[in-house]
């Protein structure tokens, strides 16, 4: 019931918005002023990928835009979380009771980039949807800037469906993945092929993960393995007035409740699939230490992991643990890739780790680490989080990793570059959308080469196009 508040509300506010625009209350970028964009997505928690994947959207956009030219705002729902994140970007604060916050924002700004990776996707909540949708389709209905930047897209409910395909169609949504593409434009939105944006994403040196490891125990020369658990039977995340209030009065519902009116979804049956998953990752980790010397480290790339990660850590004799509400993403991605190995249950632990050409094996609840494994020819390195048979499996795939590391880690090279390469179509693509919508926007003139469409690359990333491009 609250979700289907929630969806109308914002529908609501979308048509209110059309209306007021017709009647002219809103006006829209005029020369010489800067372009203010607003970058609508789900930071400030903590989360890791959400963080990399914005960063890295700003260095771009600001690039081929003109840093002179424009002025960038974030969502944020937790300030102090996102502090020292986002260089020369305000940021603003997200309610968990978004619509009138967005009705009010939106027109604040010429135009809005929708920057949550599973935009558009009922698997773990309907009202992050819902914002998403919300925040385009209020630009959109005022004639604005409206673009859904390496988005995906999966199952949706069908009101939620509805609201995609009445309130996004007039905005341009560049994909990270055919399979999303091929989705939306059933549904009748304009869309373009890209990628994640997280390839670019430039850490502290080195030396840092690799200081950091020690001081955990590392000797400097054992192959390192990270492990990156999540709970995967925990989404979706739904509105409960009726939980909310319990919880409120007797406590109810403690280890379910995510924040304000939204818990997670729960009861025996996820326990009990948790536990399997859980119990899995752990023997099979533990069967492969004792057969390989290996440094096990878990990682939890976003705040909820910790739970898993440290549930895990304990049943293995208190590995050590390194999460992400006590390391940033610069120092978390430098740890990441001091590593030798990864087995992941999240997609930007993987993304993260392979410009430092980790071999990772992915343990997969969507289609995001299925496709990014498909792209790089290695699905024999890929289960799902209810596979029975995930303990064997996982054993396989670990020693995989550790045989075929150097022939793993080709095709992860190869895999980076092409991204870097469709990365940079993406910023073409923003361009034109942005002379589509303000013709007199003084964008670039003359010959660019494609590297001249990303954002500023580390010596690293350099070598790996030279080796590879």
């Known amino acids: ?13 979308i048509e209110t918005s059309k209306v007021g625009w017709m009647l002219g209350k ?20 903590r989360n890791m990928g959400s963080d990399v994947r914005v960063e890295e959207m700003l260095r771009q956009i600001r690039r081929i835009l003109g840093a002179d030219r ?5 969502m944020t729902h937790v300030p102090r979380l996102s502090q020292g994140y986002f260089e020369d970007t305000a940021q603003v604060h997200l309610p968990d ?19 949550e990776g599973s935009m558009f996707k009922s698997k773990f909540a309907n009202a992050l949807a819902t914002m998403m949708i919300g925040s385009l389709g209020i630009a959109a209905a005022q004639d604005k800037l409206s673009v859904g930047y390496g988005a995906e897209a999966g199952y949706m409910d069908p009101l939620i469906a509805k609201m995609c395909a009445r309130y996004c169609r007039n905005s341009l949504v560049i994909t990270r993945n055919e399979e999303s593409r091929t989705l939306l434009r059933e549904l009748g939105v304009p869309t373009e092929l890209g990628t994640d944006t997280g390839w670019t994403f430039e ?6 993960g690799q200081k950091t490891l020690r001081e955990a125990g590392w000797d400097g020369r054992t192959p390192v393995m990270a492990v990156c658990p999540i709970n995967p039977f925990e989404w979706p995340v739904k509105a409960s007035v009726a939980k909310f209030a319990l919880h409120g009065l007797t406590g109810a519902y ?3 409740h995510y924040r304000s009116v939204y818990f997670h979804h729960s009861g025996p049956q996820a326990d009990r699939a948790l536990d399997h998953y859980l119990n899995a990752i752990t023997n099979a980790v533990d069967a492969f230490r004792k057969q390989r010397n290996v440094f096990v480290i878990l990682v939890g790339t976003e705040r909820l992991d910790r739970r898993p990660a440290q549930r895990i850590a ?10 992400s509400d006590e390391y940033n993403m610069y120092e978390m991605v430098s740890i990441l890739r001091a590593c030798h190995m990864m087995v992941s249950s999240r997609y930007h632990g993987i993304v993260t780790s392979m410009p430092g050409l980790v071999a990772s094996a992915g343990i997969t609840m969507d289609e995001r680490i299925r496709n990014l494994m498909r792209e790089r020819g290695h699905q024999d390195l890929l289960m799902n989080v209810d596979d029975p048979d995930l303990e064997p499996r996982l054993l396989v795939a670990m020693d995989k990793l550790c045989k075929d590391r150097e022939a793993i880690a080709d095709g992860i090279a190869r895999t980076v570059v092409r991204n870097l390469k ?4 993406m910023g073409v693509y923003f361009e034109e959308e942005v002379q589509r919508r303000y013709p007199d926007f003084p964008t670039r003139k003359g010959e660019w080469n494609w590297e001249d469409y990303l954002p500023p690359m580390s010596p690293a990333l350099h070598s790996l196009i030279e080796a590879y491009g």
């Open 70 to 74: 424009v002025a960038f705002t974030v």
């Open 97 to 115: 009771i978004f619509p009138p916050f967005l009705y009010d924002e939106v027109p604040k700004h010429h135009g809005v980039v929708a920057c």
């Open 203 to 208: 850490p502290h040196p080195a030396e840092y």
């Open 314 to 323: 304990k049943k293995l004799g208190g590995v050590p643990v390194f999460t």
């Open 254 to 256: 403690k280890d379910s």
């Open 422 to 425: 469709v990365m940079a179509r």
């Open 1 to 13: 019931m609250m979700d289907l508040i929630l969806e109308t509300w914002v529908s609501g506010l």
């Open 26 to 45: 809103h006006q829209a970028w005029q020369p010489g002023e800067k372009l203010k964009l607003l970058f609508a997505g789900y930071n400030g928690n």
